[in-house]
């Protein structure tokens, strides 16, 4: 069971816009931060938000992250079809000082 | 370009040991902390410890303490993940990826190694 808590699965159509969550606690989001990571069927994880709220390099504007307290969000407008992809949440758990996933969503654009 | 790239897939047997290396290229590979995850087939990620290329210090979930080595050769830009006392629940795709995971998180991951643990 993973400590970061996710929903399963996400489902949106072309062009709109969806959001998943993630939520935690004070020893993990509470104080550190947040990364978002996509991955493709059969590839690699890909850093899409770091620190919160960063893009890297190369991922584009439509991908946003926030964050309030001991829950964050990924925000993905203008959804398209090569965006489907599981995407998973993680942060720096101080209690445990490990660095813990959420479940991962499974976003199925329609 | 920056790149990290693994070794070839492995199938070992309960009890045996596994190596997986992971190579750098594109950047010193002292400059940043290098992780080891893994992934069970359907299943999410799973941090498993990393280290610091220039000092050789480590650092591990509590769960692989005393099972997992990490070390490194900078002679030649590798890094080393070794998981003794296999069991089939280590059946996995392994992944080394780059950077400090508390404050800057993994920007450069490896295409991933399988392996398989089966009598």
């Known amino acids: 069971q993973s400590v970061l808590t996710q929903p399963p699965s996400a489902s949106g159509t072309p062009g709109q816009r969806v959001t998943i969550s993630c939520s935690g606690s004070s020893s993990n989001i509470g104080y550190n931060s947040v990364y978002w990571f996509q991955q493709l069927p059969g590839t690699a994880p890909r850093l899409l938000i770091s620190r919160d709220y960063q893009r890297p390099s190369g991922v584009p504007d439509r991908f946003s992250g926030s964050k309030s307290g001991t829950s964050a969000s990924l925000a993905i407008s203008g959804l398209r079809s090569e965006d489907e992809a599981d995407y998973y949440c993680?942060?720096?758990?101080?209690?445990?000082?490990?660095?813990?996933f959420g479940g991962g969503t499974k976003l199925t654009v329609l | 370009q920056v790149q990290l790239v693994q070794s070839g897939p492995e199938v070992k047997k309960p009890g045996a040991s596994v190596k997986v290396s992971c190579k750098a290229s594109?950047?010193?590979?002292?400059?940043?902390?290098l992780n080891w995850l893994r992934q069970a087939t359907g299943q999410g990620l799973e941090w498993m410890g990393r280290i610091d290329p220039y000092s050789g210090k480590t650092g591990f979930a509590q769960k692989f303490q005393g099972r997992v080595t990490l070390t490194r050769n900078t002679s030649i830009s590798t890094a080393y993940m070794e998981l003794s006392s296999l069991r089939s629940e280590d059946t996995a795709v392994y992944y080394c990826a780059r950077g400090e995971v508390r404050y800057n998180g993994m920007d450069v991951w490896g295409q991933g190694t399988t392996v398989t643990v089966s009598s």
């Open positions: 993680a942060a720096w758990d101080d209690s445990l000082s490990v660095m813990i």
């Open positions: 594109g950047y010193t590979l002292t400059s940043y902390d």
